[in-house]
């Protein structure tokens, strides 16, 4: 083989290799649309969902600022209940105590009727 050949054959073999890299190039491009692509809805998606994060801390707000007075409300109704049920038992008690006396004070004058 002389150097024309050489030549030749390494032209060819430098041809084939220029035309594998023009084709991982193409490729390499393609991926880089697809990749740009893909961020485009990822990005569009996340926009979306910061949309949907605004809307539900909007409706938060809006459920505290609604239930947090009647939460209250309740919870001071409940407070006030237990405190007169409270009170209603100490009541309870003093008389307990007291119809139990009546009732010992009614045995003796019946024992002391009898006794007559």
């Known amino acids: 083989m002389n150097n024309e050949e050489k030549i030749l054959a390494m032209l060819e073999k430098m041809d084939s290799r220029l035309d594998s890299l023009e084709a991982g190039q193409a490729s390499l491009q393609q991926g880089q649309s697809d990749i740009t692509d893909n961020l485009k809805v990822f990005s569009d998606r996340l926009d979306s969902?910061?949309?949907?994060?605004?809307?539900?801390?909007?409706?938060?707000?809006?459920?505290?600022?609604?239930?947090?007075?009647?939460?209250?409300?309740a919870f001071d109704g409940f407070s006030?209940?237990?405190?007169?049920?409270?009170?209603?038992?100490?009541?309870?008690?003093?008389?307990?105590?007291k119809a139990e006396n009546y009732g010992d004070r009614i045995l003796a004058i019946e024992y002391a009727l009898k006794a007559e």
């Open 80 to 97: 006030n209940a237990r405190e007169k049920n409270d009170e209603q038992d100490k009541r309870l008690t003093v008389l307990e105590g």
């Open 49 to 73: 969902f910061e949309e949907r994060i605004d809307t539900v801390n909007r409706s938060q707000i809006n459920v505290e600022n609604d239930l947090t007075p009647k939460i209250k409300a």
